[in-house]
């Protein structure tokens, strides 16, 4: 059996003369890894072997493709255990939802060997007798990838998977905060037989390597997964060579709680959501929205609950949350807190934490949150909670929709005509009705607004990575 240290060796590309950075246990401050910063240059080089490598990539069949895409698949289900180990090294998340991300990044794998073989065009009725319409999917050639660091392996394989399986081939910068998981999920591809120079993964600076990923013309689409504020720069950046932009950008969900509700089953929903990666999801429910009526048993059910939510290491099977990812997210809580505290919000309740090293924060609970405090609007990417009442549906729905993000909303109800009302008038690309846990490979992820362009996942997924192509024939 190889050991942990022995499979990085294998996986973490040579330093040559390049930089290096290091990679950091958030949990322990211990460095895991050192790495090389890819240069420009490094970059440039990837994306010609890239392109070279399309050529014959998408020449092969998407039953071909599919069949590798398998393998691959195979191989995270035999490495398993040491995927979960090195996204709970180096992102903090406890064992078990590492381990969930595993099969979760499995499934994206699995759906686009299915999807790609399904990339079908169409046969147009014609109105000139003469011509006979057709269309055909192809696939877009280069694709760069740019993945955060909350889910560093499910974020690659719901670019990585459909790019391949659309006979793309791809470029990928993960976040410096996780680069391990990604070059170990691009070994295990190698493994599987998937052409070395169909995926490569540029570890280091965003500065140096990004303008590359943007700006080259070779490159014909760019996925990324991120903030608002890096996607709409990112975008900008593109548009010189008029890349496809798949942007999966940051959220600010409301989670809205019914006069009807079943308050037991809302805030059990809340619970599993709101804390899950310690917070850091962009589809975590951020703001809280409460039927008046139901406020007091909910505070008085958070109360309780809050409490038994344990910051620690994601190696302790006792750790509910591990820790946040690194400093700036931790000092960005505590200023949140601060905040909310000086606009009259006070902790009720709070999680354990561990003392000493580490970037940990506690789960807390808040009252009296208003919505002039930067939880409410700001994305809070962390363990924080606090509830606001409304009266009325339709100030639920203003209020839900008073913010540039688009992306999740959460309703809970057990009136269909209200759920209906409200997703007619949520300005979401995602709502969760009675269920709070709602990511799944076969449907459409992605936001409207500034959430976002592009949906991954579900069939939608597979046509970011290709073109359709319009054939007319004369007859
Ligand atoms: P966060 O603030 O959560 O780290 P970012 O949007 O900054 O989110 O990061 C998401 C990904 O985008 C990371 O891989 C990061 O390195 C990358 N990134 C950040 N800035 C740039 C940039 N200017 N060009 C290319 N990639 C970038």
Known sequence: MMTMKDWLKQIIPPVGNRATFDDVNPATLEVIATLPKHTAKDAEAAVVAAERCFHTWSETTAQQRAELLNKWGDKLVEHKEKLAEIMVLEQGKPLA?????VDYSLSFIRWFAAEGVRAEGRVIPSPKPELRLMTRKMPLGVVAVITPWNFPAAMITRKMAPALAAGCTVVAKPAEDTPLTALALVHLAKEAGIPADALHILTGDAKEIGPVL?????????????????????????????????????????????????????????????????????????????????????????????????????????SNIGPLIN???????????????????????????????????????????????????????????????FATDEQAIDLA????????????????PRAWKFAEHLETGMLGINASLISQACAPFGGVKCSGLGREGSHEGLDEFMETQYLAWGV
């Open 214 to 318: 943007t700006g080259h013309p070779h490159i014909r689409g760019l996925s990324f997964t991120g903030s608002t504020p890096t996607g709409k720069r990112l975008l900008v950046e593109c548009a010189a060579t008029v890349k496809k932009c798949g942007m999966e950008l940051g959220g600010n969900a409301p989670f809205i709680i019914c006069e009807d509700a079943d308050i037991d089953k809302a805030v059990s929903g809340l619970l599993a959501a709101r804390f899950r990666n310690a917070g850091q999801a962009c589809n975590a429910p951020n703001r809280i929205l409460v039927h008046e009526k139901h406020i007091k048993r909910a505070m008085e059910i958070l109360k309780e609950k809050v409490p038994g939510v344990r910051a620690g290491n994601g190696m302790d099977a006792a």
């Open 97 to 101: 939802e590492a381990r969930a991300e």
């Open 327 to 389: 400093k700036p997210a931790r000092d960005k809580y505590l200023a949140m807190l601060d905040d909310a505290k000086a606009k009259g919000a006070s902790i009720v309740a709070s999680g354990g934490s561990p003392e000493g090293t580490g970037h940990f924060a506690p789960a807390v609970l808040l009252s009296h949150v208003s919505t002039e405090m930067r939880v409410w609007k700001e994305e809070i990417f962390a363990p924080i909670l606090g509830l606001v009442p």
């Open 401 to 416: 929709n008073a913010t540039e993000a688009g992306l999740a909303a959460y309703l809970y109800t057990p009136s269909i």
